[in-house]
């Protein structure tokens, strides 16, 4: 199921490893403000059971989806695994993409950050994931560092947007199953806040739904399913702050 964007972030270390070749060039501490979002608290949820008769899943589902794709910006993370390894994703900005910040990472040490800002992209790594990618000497003077995508590398990330992880994930039919008859509908809290969950009552692979209990169904959390665990917490609807260019002397240009 697509909780995990596992196309989008093969999309996106491809083209990498293609850019970092051309980083022959080397050069202090990533800007704080820079790819540092905040990250998603880990949102605690009790399940409770409610006299009301709760809404259709088909109701929750459609709103949700509406909800959440027709807002200008949002901020989603969490984790997922893919192929046995853990990934985590945090994406804040505009729905669209033309405005954002995402971060990816893969173990302790290994996390990229992309700035995407006035139709450029920005990228910044840590030092360990320099080193697998162009040796352990540039990578210590590239880690603090933001390296501009050149236009046929950065083209690759533009799927890579919350609209688009959205759009994929209420299509896949491992969520989209919850969109049914079939669909267990229960009253659960979020952080204090009443909201409902959506599970499959018979066969299911235990995808998870949760939206907000008012008339938006405001989309919370998607919880992936057996096979492939993750879950992503979604926030900031509509709040997200702009994403800002990288100071001068952070960046670094590839050789054209």
């Given at each position: ?16 490893t293609?850019a ?14 820079a ?27 459609a709103?949700?989806?509406?909800t ?9 993370a ?8 853990t ?23 290994s ?12 990228l ?36 890579l947007?919350?609209?688009s ?54 989309l ?9 665990p ?27």
């Open positions: 199921m697509s909780v995990r964007p596992r196309r989008a972030l093969a999309a996106g270390v491809v083209p990498l293609v970092l070749a051309l980083a022959g060039c080397g050069s202090e501490k990533q800007p704080a403000d790819g540092s979002r905040s990250k998603a608290s880990a949102s605690s949820s009790s399940t409770t059971t409610t006299k009301a008769e709760p809404p259709s899943a088909s109701s929750l589902y709103q949700a989806r509406k959440a794709l027709g807002a200008e910006s949002g901020h989603i969490g984790q997922m695994t893919d192929e046995g390894d990934i985590t994703i945090d994406l804040a900005g505009t729905v669209d993409g033309t405005n954002q910040s995402l971060e990816l990472g893969q173990g302790a040490d996390k990229i950050t992309i700035l995407t800002v006035g139709g450029k992209n920005y910044s790594a840590t030092e360990d994931f320099w080193a697998d990618q162009v040796g352990a000497g540039p990578a210590k003077t590239l880690q603090n560092k933001f390296v501009v995508l050149p236009a046929a590398q950065a083209k690759e990330f533009g799927d947007t919350i609209k992880l959205l759009t994929e994930m209420f299509e896949d039919k491992e969520l989209s199953v919850l969109d049914s008859a079939n669909t267990r509908v229960e009253k659960t809290t979020i952080d204090g806040a009443d909201a409902w969950k959506l599970t499959e009552r018979t066969g299911g692979d235990g995808a998870v739904l949760v939206v907000s209990a008012e008339d938006k169904a405001t919370l959390r998607i919880e992936g399913p057996k096979d492939s993750g879950r992503l917490d979604f926030s900031e609807w509509d709040k997200v702050p702009a994403v800002t260019v990288p100071a001068p002397g952070k960046v670094i240009e590839l050789p054209k």
